[in-house]
């Protein structure tokens, strides 16, 4: 693998850092990348579904997950993944991803995990052939394609350090802090890095040294490479052994830093927990001398590093090795965002022609593109476009529902307020408010419940058992007047159009053994109408590759109870509109109707 990432990388970022992931995304739109390199965040405690990002002067919406199985599985393209986690949680994090697969790399931020833990989870990865980088470290970044969260600090410094286009250096440390300062010189003396990876201060890295040197040595935009290694450990002999082997052959510079600790009398820990040397041959001089005995460009000191970059970057350049940039027109960041107070995912009217889910609306509007009002509220409702047999149910399903006579609650409700000279709005809000669990309701009880029966493989018997322990009436069963021998038309309207049109029912089929036990203690606890369109409703989602979740969440939303809603509408408008033109006056109840029970004085 010549390179870690590409522009088309994408990560889930594990714990929702909102300063690095902002960067991530900034990063993104200056380098014009066609998609964010972040698709989903797992946030365990949080109870939101999405968070709201900057992507230039705009805002996208990255979703957010309750744990990375549920992430990976929605982002199935995503392949790296950026471990925020603490260092209590960085471990089973990452052993976790390792096991659900299909990350290529991971990189870890938290330092001081245990180094047991550190070494066995290091050696998982490598097993399956997963890179870490990490733990202790700010990540890595393949200028013009993909950076991880911090790498290269602020916006400015990174078009500063040439970081948003690719250059010529692949640019490999320990320190994230030198990584960024060793970018800026590279962006002076030559014409940036190709590639960068800082690989972490902990004891023990997933990523050593060698590892991504021998990668660089592969990516063809590399065309010399740069190590900062440190007094400690012996990785830096494993590029001698490397290139006397002809393993890697492009130009070397490396410095270890850490030459002060000759000056010490005992062995003295600079900054990361690696960089301490334990003998002669881990001292910064010792590993200086040898690289420079191995042909490899080494300064005399570190403020000599400047030079012998440019030297290298100029000679490379005269030989035709390097050709000479062209800078690519990037995209500038605002100063003044703002963000959005709303959100609206379904319809736009900034455009030319309003769009119904990014379809105009004439071509859903007029009799002649074939599409009726169940097109609309498949578009609005849901964000697609469903088919025929679909679209022809919710219609059916509206119709079927959009009146029951003026004696009815919600009905009854529209006609007194129309009669009290009310307007046609308010009459409905009033017929509108009655709708609820005793009128109307049925259709989410009934989906709810019944779904849940047939998810837990419960008998009918059992769900009857069930519903008596949770002290709930079977929503969708019972009929006032309807029986086995008088049936509901509209039942059994709605369960023909399902048998020729539905690809299949498997919950209505459940349900219909459910009715049969009801109705063999009482004809009357029959499926009725209510219980009918949440049932089938779910069947339709089913059809349509909805996951369970998805129809979970729809029923609990009330989605069922909104089409109730809308059908119902209609017919109340018809009596609010009857009642207005019949000049009806104000209506009061017959004294006679009322039982009036007050304590005698």
């Known amino acids: 693998m010549g390179q870690l990432f590409n522009k ?47 992507y230039g002067d705009d805002e996208v919406m990255i979703p957010l997950y309750k744990n990375t199985a549920l992430a990976k599985k929605a982002q199935p393209q995503a392949d790296v993944l950026l471990n925020f986690g603490s260092f209590r949680t960085a471990y089973d994090v990452t052993m976790e991803a390792v096991d659900i697969g299909g990350f290529n790399t991971i990189m870890i931020t938290a330092e001081g995990i245990p180094e047991r833990l550190a070494r066995g989870m290091i050696a998982y990865a490598r097993e399956r052939n997963v890179v870490i980088i990490g733990p202790a470290t700010v990540g890595g970044i393949s200028p013009g394609a993909f950076k991880i969260a911090n790498v290269g600090g602020t916006i400015e410094n990174i078009i500063n350090s040439k970081l948003h286009r690719v250059g010529s250096c692949g640019l490999v440390t320990r320190s994230g802090g030198l990584f960024n300062e060793l970018a800026n010189i590279i962006s002076i003396n030559a014409d940036g890095i190709a590639e ?12 050593v040294f060698i590892d991504n040197l021998l990668r660089m040595e592969k990516n063809p935009d590399v065309k010399y490479m740069l190590l900062l290694g440190e007094v400690g450990g012996a990785e830096e002999y494993k590029l001698i052994d490397a290139i006397k082997a002809g393993k890697i052959k492009k130009p070397v510079i490396a410095w270890c830093i850490g030459t002060i600790a000759k000056h010490y009398d005992s062995g003295v820990q600079f900054g990361h927990a690696g960089a301490s040397a334990n003998d002669d041959r881990e001292t910064a001089e010792a590993k200086n001398k040898a690289m420079s005995d191995a042909g490899i460009s080494v300064p005399e000191s570190f403020n000599d590093l400047p030079d012998v970059i440019s030297n290298l970057y100029n000679k490379l350049l005269s030989d035709g090795t390097i050709k000479q940039i062209v800078e690519p027109e990037i ?3 605002s100063k003044t965002r703002r963000s959005k107070n709303f959100i609206c995912t379904i319809s736009d009217d900034r455009g030319e022609e309003a769009t119904y889910a990014g379809f105009p609306i004439s071509s859903v509007a007029t009799p002649d593109t074939g599409k009726g009002i169940g097109d609309v509220v498949s578009l609005l409702w849901f964000k697609k ?3 025929k047999w679909a679209t022809d149910f919710i219609e059916t399903v509206m119709k079927t529902v959009a009146d029951h006579g003026p004696a009815v609650s919600g009905a009854h409700n529209a006609k007194v307020t129309a009669r009290a000279g009310k307007s046609v709005v308010e009459s409905l809000v009033t017929g509108l408010l009655t709708i609820g669990p005793r009128f109307g309701g049925a259709i989410d009880g009934a989906a709810k419940y019944f779904k849940y029966a047939n998810d837990n493989n419960l008998t009918p ?15 969708g069963i019972g009929h006032r007047i309807k029986s086995l021998k008088n049936p509901d038309l509209r039942v059994t309207g709605l369960m023909n159009y399902a048998a020729e049109h539905f690809p299949s029912t498997s919950l209505l089929d459940y349900a219909k053994t459910v009715e049969q036990l009801t109705t063999s203690k009482k004809e009357n606890l029959i499926l009725n109408v209510d219980g009918t369109i949440g049932i089938l409703m779910v069947d339709m989602w089913r059809a349509l590759d909805y996951t369970e979740t998805q129809i979970d969440e729809f029923i609990e939303s009330g989605t069922l109870n909104a ?12 009596h609010i509109l009857d009642e207005k033109r019949l000049a009806m006056p104000m209506y009061r109840h017959p004294m006679d109707d009322i039982l009036y029970s007050l304590p005698e004085n």
């Open 8 to 54: 088309q990388s994408q990560a889930i970022f594990w714990n929702n850092n909102r300063a690095a992931i902002q960067r991530m995304l900034d990063y993104d739109y200056v380098i014009k990348r066609e998609t964010p390199s972040v698709a989903g965040i797992v946030a365990p405690t949080s109870s939101n579904k999405f968070d709201k990002f900057f």
């Open 196 to 207: 960068g990876v800082a690989i972490g201060g902990d004891r023990f890295v997933g990523s």
């Open 331 to 333: 995209n500038s960041i």
């Open 385 to 387: 476009q469903y088919p």
């Open 461 to 475: 018997k059992e769900f009857l058992s069930y519903m008596k322990k949770e002290g709930v009436p079977i929503p």
């Open 563 to 574: 089409f109730f809603i809308v059908g119902r509408s209609i017919g109340f408008i018809g």
